[in-house]
């Protein structure tokens, strides 16, 4: 602070100076002025800054004070500082004497464990080539095997060392005998391993392949008990073979021969595996298990290709194959197959491929966890590597090969089978009095249903969708132009109406029988026979059941393993959305197939009983009213006349789709009475009248279905307040702001009109309303 002041001191004194030097050569009155108030200014200022050194003169003095009391305390912690220095110092330097003490006995402890080490190696050597030489003489080999792998477990350095010191000519020695003896004892294994894998000795087999481990011969010695192991499954699986071969056909097996034999070929490799896996990670140690069954896989593959092969000639496959395929292109092949023939051959490949597909995760889940217990300190990239070896094992070995040819085979021979047997299923169309469907609905979706079980029971994700997109569209195309053909047809009604039906029927039979690869199925029916074939073909809810089948089939499938996988799971996700488009236009085409039987079978009966209401005068006085509420003119015989009608649906349709074609009716009775309405004339007792048999009428059609039906009477029921009003003012207590929570339905033209109905309304009254 006294620094800043100083300068500003000094600024003034300079200031002072060149003023005083200004003033002296200044002659103008104005510029005198001028620079006396500079000088006031600079004078004001420093007379502010003196104010606020002073205003901190108590400040200052406070600290001065409380720097002299600290001034005792200063000398002390200034002779604890040093004393505390020294302490350091001194410290510092004995613990550089100490660590210099502890690394030298640190380095001659380690010196110490490295003769100790060099000293037992060498005393491993000698025992080990004592022990050696002692233990081929006896045959031991287990033993003399011990003492192999210790010499080589031996530290290679430290008898390099020793080879240096003054033992090296007893080094060498023991060397060259551990090295004789290595190459001794592992030809006498091998040889020992060949003679009981030739004598089928299993005991000796496994005595001499716990051996090879200890000798660093792991691959080779998983080899050659592989190759043991091979040669006992070969044989059972040949003896399989030809037992299936020779077998009966009239056995109850017989259809599946094949499938049980390669049962028993995937269940044996299984049950080896299961055995012998304990022996490999106890002998080799984790992460070997991928070898013995890399070997065994090669003989599984060739037997499994022997049984394929005999397969495809006995069940004459490709043949079938050819004769299919040849079918399905030219419609006009002289070979035909019968689906049934086809059956149980295509029953036989999804067994065996979902026999090799449980084979398959079997081997993935073993050898995955014998890798991941070896991996769990391996570097990511050996772990890449392992896992890329266990795919291409699993999906590139010629059983999958196998399989997915066969499978590729199956799938248009599925495809045939469906396709021909939903053929026979329509043209052998039946229906049964009582019953809410024909056959031919119901025997289509069995056959799409069985077809696509079989598709699942053969555990492959890539043909079940195959044969759901399959079954999709024979559903879309085939089977539903099958029942629009037939709804077109329309529902008879009348003796005219059959015989135009009738002709119709033929010429669509002669249409499509010029169509390849359709239905020719549109023969024609008499009255009765039309009327019960409209009215059970609705297959909306079989297919529903359908899609909610595979939902839950395809949940258990990956429950279970198969397919797992985001990719598996939005393949089967994408085929069963088709369904459920596949869905939606079966319900358009009921909806189509409803509409029309209101059109055809329906509006002609209900027009003719509602115009009926023209005949019956509402413009009457109280008598008439009396009378009619005595003996109802029209209602109670229209409502009786729909209750015999909907009786014949009512007994020929599914609860469900009746509640629509009654949702339909009560749409059409609603418009017509409107229509039929404003043809009439009322009188005050009249519009009262309308409203009793608008109420009756309504009441009866809430009893016959679970729709509700008073939004559809909406505006008929608006025109039966409007007829029922004294005067014509009294509508503006309903309309607009007065209506409440009503809302009104009619136009303000169409109120207008339905008051002019009444005949005592007179038309200027009506006109002048404000609407």
Avoid at 106 to 119: E, G, H, W
Avoid at 315 to 323: C, S, V
Avoid at 489 to 497: K, Y
Avoid at 544 to 553: E, I, L, P
């Amino acid at each position: 602070m006294s620094e800043s002041a100083g300068k500003r001191r000094s600024g003034s004194m300079s200031s002072s100076v060149v003023c005083r030097e200004a003033i002296e050569s200044l002659t103008e009155l104005d510029d005198l002025e001028r620079v006396y108030q500079q000088l006031c200014n600079e004078e004001r200022q420093v007379e502010s800054e003196l104010e606020a050194l002073v205003s901190q003169q108590g400040k200052i003095e406070t600290k001065m004070l409380a720097l002299q009391r600290m001034g005792p305390n200063l000398q002390l912690i200034e002779g604890d500082a040093s004393q505390l220095s020294g302490m350091i110092a001194f410290t510092c330097s004995l613990a550089e004497n100490v660590s210099s003490k502890v690394r030298q006995l640190d380095l001659a402890k380690n010196r110490l464990y490295q003769a100790i080490q060099r000293a037992d190696d060498i005393l491993d050597l000698k025992f080990c080539t004592d022990g050696v030489q002692t233990a081929l003489r006896n045959e031991d080999y287990e033993q003399a095997a011990a003492h192999i792998h210790r010499y080589l477990s031996l530290d290679q350095s430290v008898i390099e060392l020793s080879r240096q010191g003054g033992e090296s000519s007893a080094v060498d020695a023991s060397l060259a005998l551990l090295q004789e003896a290595e190459q001794r004892l592992k030809a006498l294994v091998k040889e020992r391993l060949d003679q009981a894998i030739s004598a089928g000795d299993l005991a000796q087999v496994e005595r001499f392949f716990k051996i090879f481990p200890l000798l660093g011969l792991h691959d080779e010695g998983l080899a050659r008990f592989a190759q043991y192991l091979c040669t006992q499954l070969a044989s059972k699986a040949e003896e399989n073979l030809l037992l299936a071969l020779g077998g009966d056909l009239g056995e109850r097996r017989a259809a599946l021969i094949f499938v049980d034999t390669l049962t028993l070929l995937l269940e044996g490799i299984a049950r080896i595996v299961e055995t012998h896996q304990p022996i490999v990670e106890t002998y080799y140690g984790p992460g070997h298990l991928y070898t013995l069954i890399r070997h065994l896989q090669v003989e599984c593959d060739q037997q499994a290709e022997k049984i394929v092969e005999k397969f495809i000639q006995q069940r004459d496959y490709h043949n079938k194959f050819q004769i299919i395929q040849s079918s399905m292109m030219r419609s006009t092949s002289t070979e035909k197959i019968e689906p049934r023939d086809l059956d149980p051959v295509l029953m036989e490949v999804t067994l065996m491929n979902a026999r090799a597909e449980l084979y398959l995760r079997f081997l993935r889940r073993r050898i995955t966890a014998d890798f991941e217990v070896g991996d769990a300190t391996a570097p990511k990239s050996t772990v890449q590597e392992h896992q890329q070896n266990l795919e291409k094992l699993l999906k590139h070995c010629l059983l999958s090969r196998n399989m997915q040819e066969l499978i590729g085979y199956y799938i248009p021979m599925e495809e045939f089978y469906m396709r021909e047997s939903v053929n026979k299923a329509v043209a052998m169309d039946t229906y049964e009095k009582g019953q809410l469907t024909s056959s031919m609905v119901d025997d289509c979706f069995y056959i799409v249903k069985k077809c696509i079980s079989r598709a699942l029971s053969s555990s492959s994700i890539d043909c079940l969708c195959a044969m759901i997109n399959h079954s999709t569209s024979v559903l879309e195309s085939d089977f539903r132009e099958v029942l629009y053909n037939k709804l077109r047809q329309g529902f008879p009604a009348t003796t005219l109406q059959d015989i135009q039906r009738g002709v119709s029927s033929a010429v669509s039979l002669m249409q499509s029988s010029l169509q390849q690869g359709k239905f020719n199925t549109l023969g024609i029916e008499s009255a009765e026979d039309a009327k019960a074939s409209f009215l059970v073909r609705a297959p909306c809810s079989a297919l529903v059941r359908t899609k909610r089948y595979m939902f839950n089939d395809c949940a258990k499938l990956f429950s279970q393993g198969f397919g797992s996988g985001e990719q598996a799971q939005g393949k089967i996700d994408s085929c069963l959305s088709d369904l459920v488009s596949t869905s939606s236009k079966f319900k358009d085409l009921l909806q189509e197939g409803l509409t029309e039987l209101n059109t055809t079978a329906i509006k002609p009966q209900v027009k003719p009983w509602i115009s009926n209401f023209l005949s019956i005068s509402h413009n009457i006085e109280e008598e008439e009213f009396n009378e009619y509420e005595a003996n109802d003119p029209w209602v109670q015989q229209f409502i009786m006349n729909l209750e015999q009608l909907m009786a014949e649906f009512k007994a020929g349709l599914s609860p469900v789709i009746y509640d629509q074609l009654t949702s339909l009716m009560t749409s059409l009775i609603s418009l017509e009475m409107e229509k039929t309405v404003l043809k009439c004339t009322f009188s005050r007792l009249g519009g009262l009248q309308f409203d009793k048999e608008l109420r009756s009428l309504v009441a009866y059609l809430t009893t016959v279905t679970t729709w509700t039906i008073r939004d559809k009477f909406a505006r008929l029921t608006q025109m039966a307040t409007i007829l029922n009003l004294e005067r014509v003012t009294e509508i503006l207590d309903y309309w607009g702001p007065n209506s409440g929570p009503l809302t009104w339905r009619l136009t303000p033209a169409e109120v207008r009109q339905v008051l002019a109905l009444r005949i005592d309304f007179r038309s200027e009254d009506i006109k002048r309303l404000r609407l």
